[in-house]
């Protein structure tokens, strides 16, 4: 008798487990998730935020379909290339992971050394950013949530474009509204809510010369007098704008980069501890400059998405 209890019980909660099953929907497949993903995506292309050194630099956007109903946060990516090499496009495939979170994505255009040397990077970044947080009511994006990334030189341009303060010099050639440019001298502010710093460069000096020297970095700067490059190089290196009121930045490096030394990472976190910034350092064992292979990036996309939330984002 009670064997048979027993037995009755064990077909009953088979026949519960497969009628749940039976009832659950599937999960969609990685190749439907692209594909949809796709579907839910709209892709604005080559659009102009400024000219510069007679050249059209343009950003492309990668827009959430569902942020008419609700405004979405915005990824603001700049690619890498030690400020001499690489393109918007090359960017593409490290932007599916926010767009799947339901973020916006721009993918942004800069001078390289060859069209214009440094600060003109730098420039270019701030303008972008600014072009873009002056059209966040038509985007449907949420100005709140803004979040600028990027790997390597990409990194640096991140944390320049999120950690300068309102009114520096490097703001001055960014278009302003029509309405305030013809009467009024006024300079934005631009809000960044949080920085994804991938191994990016915070000590510029350190890259011009001495044991960490990288040419990259000496072609960025040119033929400028020493005195000149000097100067510049500590007002381009994010450690000299590390203040209270900064943003949250999550720091994602290799501890055996050979192209920028782990060290800039470790000083910034330390300044940005001693300043009272919400910050993460996420050393990886190892890690060359990027090429953390499968576990390692989704480690870091753990982090990232772990981060964020944090924030509120």
Same mark, same amino acid.
């Given at each position: 008798?009670?064997?048979? +209890? ?27 998730? @692209? ?32 942020? !008419? ?6 990824? /603001?990516? +700049? !690619?890498?290339? =030690? ?21 916006? /994505?721009?993918? /942004? ?37 803004? /979040? ?79 005195? *000149?490059? @000097? ?15 900064? $943003? $949250? ?17 470790? *000083?910034? !976190? ?15 064992? =190892?890690?060359? !400059?990027?090429? +953390? ?21």
């Amino acid at each position: 008798m009670r064997t048979a +209890f027993k037995q009755a019980i064990a077909w009953g909660c088979l026949a519960l487990c497969a009628a749940a099953q039976a009832q659950a929907p599937a999960q969609p497949t990685p190749q439907e998730q @692209a594909w949809a993903l796709a579907a839910e995506t709209e892709v604005r292309a080559n659009l102009v935020y400024t000219v510069a050194s007679s050249q059209e630099l343009k950003l492309d956007l990668y827009l959430p379909v569902q942020r !008419h109903s609700k405004p979405v946060p915005l990824l /603001v990516h +700049f !690619h890498g290339g =030690g400020w001499i090499a690489g393109a918007k496009e090359g960017s593409v495939l490290q932007l599916m992971p926010y767009l799947a979170q339901g973020y916006a /994505v721009a993918s /942004v255009q800069y001078r390289l050394a060859k069209v214009a040397p440094a600060p003109a990077a730098v420039e270019d970044v701030r303008c972008a950013l600014r072009y873009l947080s002056q059209r966040t009511a038509e985007l449907k994006i949420d100005p709140q949530r803004i /979040v600028v990334s990027g790997g390597s030189a990409g990194g640096h341009l991140a944390l320049m474009a999120g950690m300068l303060p309102a009114g520096n010099r490097f703001d001055r050639g960014c278009a302003t509204p029509e309405g305030d440019r013809w009467v009024n001298g006024k300079e934005p502010p631009l809000k960044v809510a949080a920085i994804i710093n991938w191994f990016g460069i915070t000590d510029v000096a350190d890259l011009l010369a001495g044991p960490n020297a990288k040419h990259y970095a000496i072609e960025w700067f040119g033929a400028m007098p020493d005195e *000149q490059r @000097a100067t510049l190089a500590r007002e381009l290196s994010p450690l000299s704008l590390v203040r209270r009121d900064g $943003p $949250p930045v999550l720091t994602i490096h290799g501890d055996a980069d050979p192209l920028v030394p782990f060290s800039h990472a470790q *000083q910034l !976190h330390e300044a940005l501890n001693r300043a009272g910034v919400a910050n993460q350092l996420l050393r990886m064992p =190892g890690g060359g !400059h990027g090429g +953390f292979g499968r576990e390692g990036q989704l480690r870091a996309g753990a982090a990232i998405q772990a981060f964020l939330r944090a924030q509120g984002l």
